[in-house]
């Protein structure tokens, strides 16, 4: 017999790629142009000229042994060290080479992090701010905790201080913060990180042991205007970064990212520790070489983000034009817009009439409202707009 809990997620894939597949599909019978997908986090807009640059560079000059062999387990000491570098340059992050493992992406971060806190001897728990992305709950599952949820405000979505500090209990093991957020946009405030900081450090205190902070970070570049990003290592000692480069440098199916253990962590190198057993465990070892030696020559790049803000300009705009309620996002590219019925699958299945391919939030933990991930071409978004409008005209938000 095959593990159930397993079948079970292989049978029932995440509603963004039930969404993603039948987009294919139906692209198929009717033709691409006149499908309008916005369900998952692609990015449409192509990677820095530095990454190709950097990759030629590599794959005509590099040694091809070393190139395409192993790397140390978590990562190549110089790419480490580059990193390292530039997180202390650019956000006085105090961050120690010795303490970064290399990622196949942000999944294998978070999952490897959460494994390497988490005791599966002991009932513990992982605190997450609704709405979150839906894999936090496979993969806290999996590392033998349970998901505590607690909804963030409406319409700011910033953190509910008073739901937080019920929910943070002697079981809570972490927090999870995603900001930029997926998939709301939205950014935490430096006044809201403080506050959530202040919680967790009293909560230590009261309970007796660590409360980590994990900071999911796959969207921190892709902010707009002069928003800020806290990085929070200058805030909270107890601190995990998982970041990824699949969004900043549009390479999502090249899996690479990296976890940042703080050094001022209370056992740092206790936790950096479990960190290296987590990911041996889990097979996550020496991430793809190719691309852990293009990392010094990106890093602080990012591909074309004028696209993403001129795609949410466009949409948001014309979305609230039509009567929609919708998160003004200040960073990643979803726009979090509010189902207007109480049922967000049937607000779906409707905008499936005019081939607009929604994803619904329930599976984020905030029922009532639809992901539109406008990380498609701005042409899409032209074009999609009359069906939008049609939409809203089913629901007699306009006439």
Known sequence: MVSKKMEALGVKKSVIREIFEYAKGRKAEIGEDRVFDYSIGNPSVAAPEDVKGALLRLLTEADPVKLHGYTSAQGDPAVRRAIADHLNATYDAGADPNLIYLTVGAAAALTISMNAILNDEKDEEIVVLAPF????????????????????????????????????????????????????????????????????????????????????????????????????????????????????????????????????????????????????????????????FMIPYCLGKTADTSVYQRNRDLLYGALTEYGFTCANPDGAFYLFMKSPEPDAYAFCETAKKYELLLVPSDDFGFPGYVRIAYCVTTEQIERSLPAFRLLAKDYHLVS
């Open 133 to 292: 992305f839906p894999e936090y709950r496979v993969f806290a599952e999996k590392a033998g905790a349970r998901l505590t949820v607690v909804p963030c405000t409406e319409p700011d979505f910033q953190i509910d201080f008073d739901a937080l500090e019920k929910a943070v209990r002697p079981e809570t093991k972490a927090v999870i913060v995603n900001s930029p957020n997926n998939p709301t946009g939205v950014v935490l405030s430096e006044q809201s990180i403080l506050r959530l900081c202040d919680i967790l450090r009293k909560a230590e205190e009261t309970f007796g042991h660590p409360i980590y902070l994990i900071s999911d970070e796959p969207y921190r570049d892709l902010i707009y205007g002069d928003v800020s990003v806290p990085y929070l290592t200058r805030y909270y000692d107890d601190t995990v970064v998982c970041y990824s480069f699949s969004k900043s440098l549009s390479l999502p199916g090249e899996r690479i990212g990296y976890i940042l253990v703080s050094p001022k962590m209370r056992n740092a190198s206790s936790v950096y520790a479990a960190v290296l057993g987590a990911g041996r465990a889990l097979g996550f070892v020496c991430a793809p070489a190719l691309f852990q």
